[in-house]
């Protein structure tokens, strides 16, 4: 990427001109007029998950995964992209968040693979900070594991956070799972009375709901799992398998039920098996905006 050289230039000449491009981006509201959302991710990096599909490094060059979200972020129906400090300030300096919803990423702490991974601590954007950036919400992922009693302070500080976001009127995203630790690794409970229990817990954190969002995955039994809650909810891609057509289907089915209010997907649009990252786009957003197929 030709801009490259120029970002690490103004970070490292300029970098109060991050802070003045935060309060000058044009913003948009939240939702759009339909009531649906379609996000791109891009706060994998920061938690060390930099695998996709079998390559454990096929997302450590920053200037293609700065290339490939442009790229996203350029299509019609791309509402707009979450992700940590870093991955954001890279994408304001290209100019590509204005009139985008940008949602940062507040807990990263749980490395994946880490003998600490359940301990999600709240390492990157804090309320106050997107409050004063100007950034529509914070984003935390809140895995909870019966067996180990530090997830205890990861909901506490979830709780906060949702707290502290509502209290400055933005999205408080909470991606909820149960989660165990089998041989030495955290692996998260996807059947859908798990889901419902996470949703559960997750619903009820902090002060206020007013302002929270469901981030889930997408299971069995949808119906019943998405019953479970009247939070509006953004379905996640997670790590992608399969036929990519077998994913489009079900997005498709689940886009159906009425608390379903939109994707936020990383790696499987980012890096889609035939690499034509504006293609698997347009098709997410055909079918969160409508016009898909």
């Given at each position: 990427m030709s801009d490259l050289a120029e970002i690490t230039r103004i970070r490292a000449t300029e970098p109060g001109r991050i802070a003045r491009l935060w309060a000058e981006r044009r913003r948009r509201p939240l939702v759009a007029?339909?009531?649906?959302?379609?996000?791109?991710?891009?706060?994998?990096?920061?938690r060390g998950a930099l695998g996709v599909r079998g390559n454990p490094t096929a997302m450590?060059?920053?200037?293609?995964?700065?290339?490939?979200?442009?790229?996203?972020?350029?299509?019609?129906?791309?509402?707009?992209?979450?992700?940590?400090?870093?991955?954001?300030?890279?994408l304001l300096l290209l100019g590509a968040l204005d009139d985008?919803?940008?949602?940062?990423?507040?807990?990263?702490?749980?490395?994946?693979?880490?003998?600490?991974e359940l301990d999600d601590r709240f390492t990157a954007y804090t309320a106050a900070e997107l409050a004063a950036r100007g950034i529509d919400g914070g984003k935390m992922l809140t895995r909870i594991c019966l067996s180990d009693p530090g997830s205890l302070a990861t909901i506490e500080a979830s709780a906060h956070a949702v707290t502290d976001l509502a209290t400055?009127?933005?999205?408080?995203?909470?991606?909820?799972?149960?989660?165990?630790?089998?041989?030495?690794r955290v692996r998260n409970l996807l059947d859908p009375d798990s889901t419902i229990a996470s949703i559960a817990v997750a619903s009820g954190l902090g002060a206020s709901s007013a302002h929270t969002w469901l981030k889930l995955p997408v299971v069995d039994d949808l119906e019943r799992v998405m019953d479970a809650t009247t939070l509006p909810t953004l379905l996640l891609g997670g790590d992608p398998q399969g036929d990519a057509q077998d994913t489009y289907a079900a997005w498709s089915d689940a886009l159906r039920?009425?608390?379903?209010?939109?994707?936020?997907?990383?790696?499987?649009?980012?890096?889609?098996?035939?690499?034509?990252?504006?293609?698997?786009?347009?098709?997410a957003s055909g079918l969160v905006h409508g016009g898909g197929s």
């Amino acid at each position: 990427m030709s801009d490259l050289a120029e970002i690490t230039r103004i970070r490292a000449t300029e970098p109060g001109r991050i802070a003045r491009l935060w309060a000058e981006r044009r913003r948009r509201p939240l939702v759009a007029d339909d009531g649906r959302m379609l996000l791109v991710a891009a706060d994998h990096p920061a938690r060390g998950a930099l695998g996709v599909r079998g390559n454990p490094t096929a997302m450590a060059s920053r200037s293609d995964l700065l290339d490939r979200l442009v790229t996203a972020l350029r299509r019609p129906g791309v509402d707009g992209v979450l992700g940590t400090p870093d991955v954001l300030d890279d994408l304001l300096l290209l100019g590509a968040l204005d009139d985008k919803v940008a949602i940062g990423s507040m807990n990263r702490g749980g490395l994946q693979g880490a003998a600490f991974e359940l301990d999600d601590r709240f390492t990157a954007y804090t309320a106050a900070e997107l409050a004063a950036r100007g950034i529509d919400g914070g984003k935390m992922l809140t895995r909870i594991c019966l067996s180990d009693p530090g997830s205890l302070a990861t909901i506490e500080a979830s709780a906060h956070a949702v707290t502290d976001l509502a209290t400055h009127g933005l999205m408080a995203m909470v991606e909820p799972f149960l989660s165990v630790v089998e041989d030495g690794r955290v692996r998260n409970l996807l059947d859908p009375d798990s889901t419902i229990a996470s949703i559960a817990v997750a619903s009820g954190l902090g002060a206020s709901s007013a302002h929270t969002w469901l981030k889930l995955p997408v299971v069995d039994d949808l119906e019943r799992v998405m019953d479970a809650t009247t939070l509006p909810t953004l379905l996640l891609g997670g790590d992608p398998q399969g036929d990519a057509q077998d994913t489009y289907a079900a997005w498709s089915d689940a886009l159906r039920l009425p608390s379903v209010s939109g994707l936020v997907v990383g790696r499987a649009l980012l890096y889609p098996p035939d690499g034509d990252v504006a293609a698997a786009v347009d098709i997410a957003s055909g079918l969160v905006h409508g016009g898909g197929s």
